[in-house]
């Protein structure tokens, strides 16, 4: 199934790592999104475990191995093209991982990977999701069933 104008929602994992009280970040390299900053993540594979996806990416994205300590929260993005149809939608389950070994380096479809203060991160151009990730970071916790992020065409 295309990511684009999908019949159905997508599912897809974000590894939430946190070293020495900072979170790491991708600057995305594919669309949606694409130069704006995130934490590590992509898309669950048919049979895949959404544990076992999310140490995938983590390691495709970034060269990390990491340990899954615990789901987070559920997140949704929706984008809408210019005719209100849905040309993106994903439902994102982020995961708080345990760095194990590795120095964050940009690989797969990251252009850049390193580890922000939770605080300057709201200074970085974040994907909409990213940013109410941090704000539920920043407040201690999530919301229930995680945000939800509806983007719409600019007018």
């Known amino acids: 199934m295309s990511r684009e104008y999908p019949r159905y929602p997508l599912v897809g994992v974000g590894a939430i790592v946190i070293k020495d ?5 991708v600057r995305r390299g594919a669309e949606p999104n694409r130069g704006k900053w995130s934490i590590p993540g992509g898309m669950v594979e048919a049979g895949e475990d ?9 390691m495709e994205e970034t060269g990390i191995v990491g340990r899954v300590l615990g789901l ?3 997140y949704q993005y929706v984008e809408l093209d210019a005719k209100g149809r849905v040309k993106y939608h994903f439902l994102l389950m982020d ?4 760095p194990i070994s590795g120095e964050p380096r940009a690989s797969s479809d990251a252009l850049e990977a390193n580890f922000f203060s939770l605080s300057e991160t709201l200074n970085l151009d974040l994907t909409d999701t990213a940013r109410q990730l941090v704000q539920d970071l920043l407040s201690s916790g999530p919301k229930p069933c995680g945000g939800g992020m509806i983007k719409y065409p600019s007018t």
């Open 72 to 74: 987070f929260g559920i």
């Open 50 to 58: 959404p544990k076992d996806a999310v140490l995938r990416e983590l």
């Open 21 to 25: 009280n900072k979170i790491l970040l």
């Open 95 to 98: 995961y708080l991982v345990d």
